[in-house]
């Protein structure tokens, strides 16, 4: 495949950020590609390329349409992988910081999407071809409430999310009365960054009584929190609600949540640096439930590598543009998977309208998807794309 033009642009994300978007063109085919954007980033993600006067995203844009353009013009690809490779080799950096991960990511992407077009298949299918993996749908890791950083601390963890088993349609329909549901409840309040809802509540219990309460109208589901805790920790503590826990503190308190609430998963219970505290949190809990990396992995083969061999967790996040390219992100599934872990495939708490995490996540067999709340569009239609693919694959 000959790339025969490409153009980027600025579109705002859900915070009303600039983020890139990026447009291939292969004669008569065309695909399109927008990056999403983290506010609790990990320390070692790839590096997201920002103009340093104000977060714009000029310098990504005239990589695409300046160096990128003028090398693969002169290139005949034969696989989306070829591409990503070139990509990463352009680069030459081990964390994308010469050319940008960001800006990688809107070329990969989009490529992805013309290979599949140029194939004649869904673009599921054609993830799942690339990545060797059995395509079928993720549970639905529905946010209900945000805190942390995405709401202000107002709520100590950064995500309390209700996990619908099922397929995308009916799970779909139960997280919508049972976003209602937590609406009714709580009246009027703001929503989080990730189209949850943002409460004041004044004990580390309340909103897990909350989510109880719809567990128990509503079967088929169970609760998730993502602790985000690197942006609790402060000075070798974790800072609760104004009170400061120490890591053998917390996992008393991850101990008897889990087994009061029967959680589904704990995401990020320790700050990315203390590895150790992972290993004995999955040493104790592991067996009954899923302990997930991200900010710890960032969808790093290597680190995730280092996570298997110190059993530091049993389950991992992966978002692509935390490492730049569709090939790395496939990387670190296909490495969760041969620990026989679980990947859970994520968007950011900035987002655009791109579905593209919906497809990859059915492509590669995800054990679940994170898409945010229902209060945003750019959430929902991760979620409708998700039940365009249930259509879909039934025809193919
Ligand atoms: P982020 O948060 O996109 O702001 O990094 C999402 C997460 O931590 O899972
Ligand atoms: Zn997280």
Known sequence: MIITDIKARTVPDTRGRPTIETTLTAGELSATASVPSG??????????????????????????????????????????????????????????????ANTLLSVSIAAQRLFAQADGVPLWKAIATRAGT????????????????????????????????????????????????????????????????????SAIEQPFELLAGLVKEFPGTSVAIDAAASELFKDGSYQLLGKSYSAEELT???????AKYHLHSIEDPFDEESADDFTRLTEKLGGKILIVGDDLTVTNPARIADAIARKEINAVLIKPNQIGTVKEAI?????????????????????????????????????GIKAGGLGQKERLEKYERLLAIEREAKTV
């Open 39 to 100: 506010k609790s980033t990990g320390s070692h993600e790839a590096f997201e390329l920002r103009d340093s006067d104000n977060g714009s995203v000029e310098q990504a844009i005239e990589n695409v349409q300046f160096e990128i353009a003028r090398e693969l013009a002169t290139r005949d690809f034969s696989s989306a992988d070829e591409l990503d490779a070139f990509l990463i080799e352009l680069d030459g950096t081990p964390n994308k910081s010469r050319l940008g």
């Open 331 to 367: 990387a670190a599934v296909q490495a969760t998977y041969g620990a026989g872990w679980a990947a859970i495939a994520s968007h950011r708490s900035g987002e655009t309208d791109d579905t593209f995490i919906a497809d990859f996540a059915y492509g590669v067999g995800a054990h």
């Open 134 to 201: 059995t395509p079928g749908a993720p549970r639905l890791y529905v946010n209900m409430m945000n805190g942390g950083v995405h709401a202000d601390f107002k709520l100590p963890f950064q995500e309390y999310i209700l996990v619908v088993e099922g397929a995308p349609s009916e799970a779909l329909a139960v997280a919508r009365q049972a976003f209602a549901r937590l609406g009714e409840t709580l009246g009027d309040v703001p929503m989080g960054d990730e189209g949850g809802y943002a409460p004041t509540l």
């Open 252 to 258: 008393t308190i991850y101990g008897s949540i889990a």
